[in-house]
């Protein structure tokens, strides 16, 4: 059985507002939610490997996989595929899961904590002409013809039976590293990271990067800083201040709250 | 200049003119440059005369309808459209950026190989260059990006809920409909459903129009159901930050913020939050903030009215006497 996880670096401010992390790219916590839950079922006989486009300092992240238990990891990398959107993303993935073969499950956080379109698995789904199950909490059962999922689809809980190859996406993220076991984090250290370029997955140029990119983005602004106010300090006894609060949500004039009803 | 068509995806099978959708209908008629742009609604499902008519009071311009079964699969429903999309290009759709919407949506563009921009709180016409400018937050909701559909004259966008507002145009609009038949050839049946049950959601609070709001943070996580019983005490409403969501302390639609809703109530109280600026546009439109925090610099404070240095909890206690 092989199952393909696709993951992706962002930046660790978007992440974490400490500054207690080393590496500047932190795995998307949406996919770090999806690979812990992957591993945490992970039987014998199961193979799980991550795939990742992103830049040179993608490496780290996947090493880092390495170490949270995956078997092999592979960055996609090629300057031929910067700039791309969702669709040209969804291509490259797809070459290169072709390239793996063989493989039954892909997963996939729902989304990335930096583009947030939420779009790459099921455009990947439809690359791959695979069914896509979204908002999935988790996995109940895996054998080789079926994959038992549990998700919780807009207003009602579900659980379905998909038959493999399938897509699944995980609505869950999470922000915590479970602890590493050392000795895997030295072996991941050691670890030749297998990368595939344009060449290895004999991607047609046009199709990836900006040239295959469907939209572009044409400029970005800083979003408005919202008003400072000035701010009056209730402080002393609690029961004063909270009472206060309350005359306020109640609408009272009490002397110290100038708001109208 | 040729006229434009304007698509607007209904995700529903049965109730067509949601709010949501009245919404995004309302933005459609708005990215009409004359009278020969033509704004459509999509409908596949089951027929509903009165929900036709409540489309065309909104303003829609033509319904194109395919009738199916209720409860079709998704596959179906994408097919549906796609079947329509073969059969008459439009210009630009906008989609609901519900599940199925999103779903739909990017199958689509794969398919078709059109642009799609996820998730948009804006969509405007450019008319230099001839193509629509979608407009999204995006890293983690620091910046706004505008972007543009490039190599395909297909352009499409998801829409966020209550971003836009429903207008009633019109009770005089002529019925104007077109049926769209469609037949499955063949259907795959790769997805089981072994269970389904309805998720238990309380009655859907209209958060939009509440007076009194309650904001919950991070820091509130072992007091939500104090928190829960003072707002009902005070007919607050009770809302949270993505942090809130994340930790599973407060239901996803009631997300305030950039990537959630934008609120403004009368009072808006936040307990725990501790105001990151993405948080902060989806309540700045509130009257008066009262924050309580037990960080005396959490940034929420400099936009705040009044503020409270001291646990949530001990303040909900005192307001539940």
């Given at each position: ?24 790219l ?26 990742s486009?992103g ?14 238990g ?8 090629d ?24 493989v ?19 455009a ?8 896509c ?8 059962d ?28 995980y ?91 | ?28 008629i ?6 020969k ?26 319904i ?37 919407g ?5 199958i ?37 990006a ?42 795959e049946k790769?997805?089981e ?14 958060i ?27 007919g ?41 600026t ?44």
């Open positions: 059985m092989r199952i393909v996880m696709c993951i992706k670096p962002v930046k660790k401010e978007l992440v974490y507002k400490e500054d207690d992390y080393r590496e500047n932190v795995i998307n916590p949406y996919d770090l939610f999806a690979l812990q839950n992957i591993i945490d079922m992970k039987k014998e006989g199961t193979e799980v490997i991550c795939i486009m830049p040179e300092a993608a490496k780290d992240t996947l090493r880092r996989c390495i170490g949270l995956v078997d092999e990891v592979i960055h996609l990398h300057k031929h595929f910067a700039g791309s959107d969702t669709i040209a993303t969804s291509y490259v993935l797809k070459k290169a899961i072709e390239k793996i073969s063989d039954d499950l892909i997963c996939c956080g729902q989304k990335t904590v930096d583009g947030e379109t939420g779009q790459v698995s099921y990947l789904s439809e690359q791959l002409k695979m069914p199950i979204a908002q999935v909490e988790n996995i109940t895996l054998n080789m013809e079926n994959v038992s999922i549990e998700r919780e689809n807009g207003e009602c809980f579900e659980k379905l039976r998909v038959k493999l190859p399938a897509v699944i996406s609505r869950n993220c999470t922000t915590i590293y479970k602890n590493m076991n050392l000795l895997r984090l030295k072996r991941a250290k050691n670890h030749k990271i297998v990368v595939w370029d344009t060449n290895d997955l004999q991607v047609d140029k046009s199709m990836c990067g900006l040239k295959g990119s469907k939209t572009v983005v044409q400029d970005v602004n800083k979003i408005n800083s919202i008003v400072k106010k000035e701010q009056t300090v209730l402080d002393g006894d609690i029961k004063d201040t909270a009472s206060i609060i309350k005359n306020i949500i109640l609408g009272k004039n009490n002397g110290v709250c100038t708001y109208e009803k | 200049m040729r006229n434009k068509k304007i698509w607007i995806i209904s995700d529903q099978d049965k109730r067509y003119a949601t709010e949501h959708l009245l919404q995004i209908l309302h933005k459609g708005e990215l009409r440059r004359n009278d742009d033509e704004v459509s609604v999509i409908c596949v499902g089951m027929s509903r005369e009165d929900q036709f008519e409540k489309l065309f009071q909104y303003g829609a311009d033509r194109i309808f395919c009738e199916q079964n209720e409860g079709y699969s998704i596959s179906l429903y994408v097919k549906c459209i796609e079947a329509m999309l073969q059969d008459k290009m439009p210009d630009v759709i906008l989609f609901p950026a519900s599940i199925t999103r779903q739909t949506a990017a689509l563009s794969v398919r078709f190989g059109a642009g799609l921009t996820a998730c948009c709180t804006d969509v405007q016409y450019d008319n230099e260059v001839d193509r629509y400018v979608f407009i999204r937050p995006a890293m983690s909701e620091s910046v706004l505008k972007i543009t559909c490039i190599n395909k004259n297909l352009q499409m966008c998801t829409i966020k809920e209550n971003i836009f507002d429903s207008e009633f145009v019109t009770n005089g609009k002529s019925y104007n409909m077109e049926y769209f038949p469609y037949i499955e050839k063949k259907s790769n997805i459903v072994l269970e389904r049950k309805a998720l238990n959601l309380k009655e859907r609070v209209d939009k129009s509440a007076k009194i709001v309650f904001v919950v943070g991070r820091g509130m996580k072992n007091s939500m159901d104090l928190c829960k019983s003072v707002a009902r005490q005070y607050a409403v009770v809302v949270g930050t993505k942090a809130a969501v994340e930790e599973k302390m407060i239901q996803e639609n009631h997300q305030i913020g950039q990537s959630g809703i934008s609120i403004s109530p009368d009072i808006c109280v936040a307990f725990g939050v501790s105001g990151a993405q948080h902060m546009v989806g309540i700045k439109g509130a009257q008066l903030i009262i924050a309580v925090n037990t960080d005396k610099n959490a940034p929420i404070f400099q936009y705040s009215d009044y503020i409270i240095v001291d646990k949530g909890e001990n303040v909900l206690t005192e307001l539940a006497q």
